[in-house]
């Protein structure tokens, strides 16, 4: 290590990558691969959206000593009969959190079926993924 990272230590580390024979390097990506690649971590990303927003919910409901049993799912079902069930002990204020959070929810599935969408228009016009 000859030091901090800066542009002199990065075109020396290089200079000396490319005169090792046993070096191996990475192929370039195609603009295609880097669309995949995009549309995976968009995707990925929506679910870990939806799963945070999801596990929040389950933890603020449990205060109120409501629990919902652990997925996605099981929160999506859920939800209608809380706001609907008058007798949950759920204030007004918290109710409409609720509702604003199950258009959320609506709207990260839109979103990750979109990504679906693609991902399986994807895999049909890939020869390998056919294989």
């Known amino acids: 290590?000859?030091?901090?990272?800066?542009?002199?230590?990065?075109?020396?580390a290089i200079a000396e990558a490319v005169t090792r024979?046993?070096?191996?390097?990475s192929a370039i990506n195609t603009q295609e691969q880097q669309d995949?690649?995009?549309l995976h971590r968009l995707r990925e990303r929506r679910i870990q959206e939806r799963t945070?927003?999801?596990?929040?919910?389950r933890g603020l409901l449990a205060e109120y000593g409501l629990i919902i049993k652990v997925g996605v799912r099981s929160l999506q079902r859920k939800l209608p009969d809380l706001l609907e069930d008058a007798e949950n002990g759920l204030s007004d204020v918290f109710r409409r959190y609720l509702i604003q959070i199950q258009q959320q929810l609506q709207e990260l599935?839109?979103?990750?079926?979109?990504?679906n969408d693609l991902l399986q228009e994807q895999n049909r016009q890939n020869e390998a993924c056919q294989r």
């Not at 024979?21 to 390097?25: L, Q, S, T």
């Not at 599935?109 to 990504?115: G, L, P, S, T």
Request: proline share 3%; with cysteine; glycine share 4%.
């Open 1 to 12: 290590m000859r030091g901090n990272k800066n542009d002199y230590n990065d075109a020396l």
């Open 21 to 25: 024979p046993e070096m191996r390097f």
């Open 36 to 38: 995949i690649q995009a």
């Open 52 to 57: 945070a927003l999801c596990n929040q919910v």
């Open 109 to 115: 599935d839109a979103h990750i079926d979109f990504y």
